[in-house]
């Protein structure tokens, strides 16, 4: 089971980085956007907590910052109908924090804004996991402070009436051409950049 990888950021994709370790051992890693827009540039070094999963067809592997992120993640597998890409849409949409305290509050309105979870779904996570996730729903001024941006500008052009899957695809599209994490900014060029085009 690989837990950590630490190496030099090779690539920056939407959904995905590639990691060089010292050994000249490449990694593609699964990341939500949360933790995509807080990665270093290209050539930076970077730790990543990550979590394998191994199926009949595949191996992969999702990083994530900080544990506590990645123990949300493992704990969002444990409910049902919860696989890796609900669980990678929901942690792009909301903080580790955030999520764990809409999970908590039984906010099912919050978990609706996640692509692929209707009413019906969003009831059945929160009865499934309020219990299991209280303990990382304390809030953390570093984690909002850094993820923020990204989120409001997914939420503002969702609020617009674009899927969340094409909001999603559009700032992290403006988050690799350089756009400053500013709301504001990754808007102007997710819209400029023609949302889900």
């Known amino acids: 089971m690989i837990s950590r990888l630490q190496g030099t950021v090779l690539a920056l994709d939407t959904d995905r980085v590639e990691i060089e370790t010292k050994g000249g051992v490449v990694?593609?890693?699964?990341?939500?956007?949360?933790?995509?827009?807080?990665?270093?540039?290209?050539?930076?070094?970077?730790?990543?907590?990550?979590?394998?999963?191994?199926?009949?067809?595949?191996?992969?592997?999702?990083?994530?910052?900080?544990?506590?992120?990645?123990?949300?993640?493992?704990?969002?597998?444990?409910?049902?109908?919860v696989g890796t890409k609900v669980a990678l849409a929901m942690m792009s949409t909301y903080t580790a924090e955030r999520l764990a305290r809409a999970l908590v509050e039984k906010d099912t309105a919050a978990l609706q804004q996640v692509s692929g979870i209707g009413r019906k779904k969003a009831e059945k996570i929160v009865l499934e996991l309020s219990d299991k996730v209280a303990d990382l729903a304390t809030v953390t001024l570093t984690t909002v402070g850094a993820a923020s941006g990204a989120q409001e500008a997914v939420q503002a052009l969702v609020a617009l009436g674009y899927s969340f899957a094409d909001a999603d695809h559009a700032v992290r599209g403006a988050l690799e051409a350089g756009a400053s994490s500013t709301s504001e900014e990754l808007i102007r060029r997710a819209l400029s950049g023609q949302v889900g085009a």
Do not use: C, M
């Open 27 to 81: 990694y593609e890693v699964e990341v939500p956007l949360t933790v995509l827009q807080r990665l270093p540039a290209l050539g930076g070094t970077v730790e990543l907590r990550t979590h394998q999963v191994v199926t009949d067809t595949s191996v992969a592997l999702y990083g994530f910052i900080d544990g506590r992120e990645r123990t949300l993640f493992q704990r969002l597998l444990t409910a049902s109908g």
